[in-house]
């Protein structure tokens, strides 16, 4: 299916929840925050939030600045 | 003396607040911070870098500092509460400070869409503190929203120009019921030391620091900056007068 993470299309075939996206990615740690359809997806609710085609993900995480 | 600064509940000891971007390496930043004992340092909000081996810029603030991430790239208030809702999502603590730009050229905030994610923030419970103009009637409604203290900018975001805003600033000073931090613009050390001389809080500086050839000496030199303004201040700077008035004594034995 086609999803659209970090503003990319992409083609996803093997996750079916967003916290299996994460771990396909090395993403899961506790710094990096998922937005599922502008939604903020708490940590606990990651493998219960399947994907969709056509669905809008967003990682994000801190770095520097001031 | 006690000189307590008091921000969201929390006793903040250093008056001399680190923003984080633009260092060469995350090294040079540990050593800015841990060098000054900073207490509070800014933090921003980006997609992720997935690249084997970024970095977390975590792992190199002091855990017993406060973060406090900022709202760039926000061009609105909505766009404002949303990163603020993210950041504190990735577990950094309620505080934010909300920064709303729309201007590419001059960089500066918006105070009307500032004011409207205040209230919004302050009602969901951040500690919220806004960058803004030090425009006196926008910090009176961004109090009244909720504002944790008020941030005006002393020149452009890292244009280096000094405290251009000063008369501004010295009635928000005199004024305010909330701590006011001059944030951005602070070019060098005297430019902070003018800033607390005047009475402000605080001084939240970035790229002066992590530009400099030497960014742990240049964090030193501010905070010194920033301490020796902050006792003129508290031991009373008298006002400049258009005489010259002895300051030894005249006893006439040259007569």
């Known amino acids: 299916m086609k999803l659209k993470i970090n503003g990319k299309d992409e083609e996803i075939t093997d996750a079916k929840t967003l916290g299996d996206l994460l771990r396909q990615r090395g993403l899961n740690r506790p710094t990096v925050v998922a937005e599922h359809n502008s939604v903020i997806i708490a940590r606990a609710a990651l493998d219960s939030t399947e994907l969709k085609p056509g669905d809008i993900i967003e990682f994000v995480s801190l770095v520097g600045g001031g | ?255």
């Open chain 2, 1 to 255: 003396m006690t000189d307590e600064l008091k921000i969201g509940g929390r006793e903040i000891k250093n008056r001399f607040f680190l923003g984080t971007g633009k260092f060469s390496g995350n090294e040079a930043l540990e050593k800015a911070i841990t060098g000054c004992d900073i207490d509070v340092v800014t933090v921003a909000l980006r997609r992720v870098d997935d690249r084997p081996g970024a970095e977390n810029i975590l792992d190199f603030i002091p855990k017993s500092c406060v973060l406090l991430p900022n709202t760039s790239g926000a061009r609105n208030a909505d766009e404002a509460v949303r990163i603020a809702r993210l950041a504190k999502a990735s577990g950094c603590g309620n505080w934010i400070k909300i920064e709303v730009v729309s201007d590419n050229r001059y960089l500066l905030p918006d105070n009307r869409e500032t004011i409207k994610a205040t209230e919004i923030l302050s009602r969901e419970g951040f500690v919220v503190l806004p960058y803004m103009l030090p425009d006196l009637y926008a910090a009176r409604d961004l109090v009244s929203a909720g504002a944790a203290a008020v941030m005006p900018l002393g020149s452009p975001i890292g244009s280096n120009r000094g405290l251009r805003t000063a008369e501004l600033v010295r009635i928000l000073v005199s004024e305010m019921t909330v701590p006011v931090i001059v944030d951005a613009g602070i070019g060098k050390p005297s430019d902070a030391a003018q800033a607390m001389e005047m009475g402000c809080s605080a001084v939240l500086v970035n790229t002066a620091i992590a530009i400099a050839q030497n960014p742990q000496d240049m964090a030193r030199a501010f905070d010194m900056a920033i301490k020796a303004g902050r006792l003129g201040y508290l031991s009373g700077i008298e006002s400049p007068v258009g005489t010259g008035r002895a300051s030894s004594p005249l006893t006439g034995f040259l007569r």
